[in-house]
């Protein structure tokens, strides 16, 4: 269990047999960084405010994984008022980070340092489910590894190139050699663009088309 990053603290609680465990949930948006915890009124950790969900805040099961594969988690607020979808729309960016730790108190409501961070991700969508009165809100986070599944669109082009070597030229050329055809020896080499080395002397003539 120590390889895992508990403190002394939260190791002493788990073996006594009892816990009271809680999650704390961080999430930015476009409006700025939501905090909440799974009890009830504000608490403070880290030097921040804490906003208990109580019930309406719900985290799917965590999942862990020896291989190296993307294992996502949701945050869900239910209960929540209808006119809280356009603004939930208003403010979710994909890629914005979100992170959950778990905390354990002590028998008399304290909290015991320091809170083990559980999973980290991006955000990805939301889904929302309206009743007309009431909705809920569920994030949808996926794990920095998802970056493995995703191909990588860069080219051989010199306008790719330019992105990581500002001014290199190694490239200039490459479009223009697609269509190129450059003939090796004999009376039309002189008409190529690139002269044989050995001064177009006499002999077969090849068809290059890179």
């Excluded at 190694?170 to 050699?177: D, I, K, T, W």
């Amino acid at each position: 269990m120590a390889a895992r990053g508990l403190t002394a603290g939260m190791l002493t609680a788990i073996a006594a047999g009892t816990v009271r465990p809680a999650i704390f949930y961080k999430g930015e948006y476009e409006g700025g960084i939501l905090r909440l915890w799974t009890g009830v009124g504000t608490v403070s950790w880290d030097g921040q405010s804490w906003t208990g969900g109580g019930q309406l805040l719900g985290i799917s099961p965590l999942e862990e994984s020896s291989g190296v594969h993307a294992v996502g988690f949701t945050v869900t607020l239910s209960g929540m008022p209808s006119a809280l979808i356009a603004i939930a729309l208003a403010n979710v960016r994909q890629g914005k980070p979100g992170t959950l730790w778990l905390a354990l108190y002590d028998a008399t409501g304290a909290l015991i340092a320091d809170p083990y961070q559980l999973q980290d991700g991006r955000f990805d969508i939301a889904v929302i489910e309206d009743n007309g009165e009431t909705c809920t809100i569920s994030a949808q986070y996926e794990s920095r590894l998802i970056d493995l599944e995703r191909a990588r669109e860069r080219r051989y082009t010199h306008e790719d190139q330019q992105i990581d070597y500002p001014g290199d030229l190694g490239f200039e050329y490459v479009a223009a050699l697609q269509d190129m055809q450059i003939l090796w020896g004999g009376p039309a080499a002189a008409a190529s663009p690139v002269t044989a080395p050995w001064g177009g002397a006499s002999g077969g003539t090849d068809t290059v088309q890179p």
